[in-house]
């Protein structure tokens, strides 16, 4: 009685190769000789062919995109220049919620960047999530007790 590793050792694969392809051969998706040339997708009725484009975007889709981006550096260039005091109080809270949209407009603009395959554009938006980041962070590390120096949340009330 021989093994069973010897069994297979044995074995005329070539032979046994050339069955399954003749096998294969007589399914309709094995050749594509076979019925039909190529695998295809149904359309929809009405649709025509149009070249498959691998992920670019039409000429209005790209301008949304610079839009949604130019609108976010925008508002990251604006916050250097908050016009008014950010120390404490409804104004702090004004000043994250400004941060927070940067970060917003940052990913937004990522997100369509990322779809449309605009490499410029989407630098540029995690350019902006990280600039709205550090914004925040310099105003709320202070006042959860991270950074050196504290701060308080609400302002003092005047005596």
């Known amino acids: 009685m021989a093994p069973k590793d010897m069994d297979f050792k ?13 096998l294969l051969a007589k399914l309709p998706e094995g050749d594509p000789t076979h019925g ?12 025509h062919a149009t070249p498959h484009t691998e992920g670019r975007a039409a000429g209005g889709a790209r301008l949304t995109t610079w ?20 120390v404490c109080g409804l104004n702090l809270i004004f000043y994250i919620l400004g941060a ?10 990522g997100i369509s960047s990322w779809k449309r395959r605009m490499g ?12 709205g980041l550090a914004l925040a962070a310099g105003v709320i590390l202070p006042r959860v007790g991270y950074a050196n120096q504290t701060a308080v949340w609400f302002c003092p009330e005047p005596k």
Do not use: C, F, N, Q
């Open 36 to 47: 039909r040339a190529a695998p295809t997708v149904p359309r929809a009725p009405g649709a």
């Open 120 to 131: 410029r554009a989407h630098l540029l938006s995690l350019g902006l999530v990280l600039w």
């Open 67 to 86: 839009i949604r981006v130019g609108l976010g550096l925008m508002l990251g260039v604006g916050m250097l220049v908050w016009p008014y005091s950010h």
């Open 10 to 22: 044995d074995r005329d694969w070539d032979r046994e190769m050339r069955e399954v392809d003749k």
């Open 100 to 109: 927070s949209t940067v970060v917003v407009a940052g990913v937004w603009s």
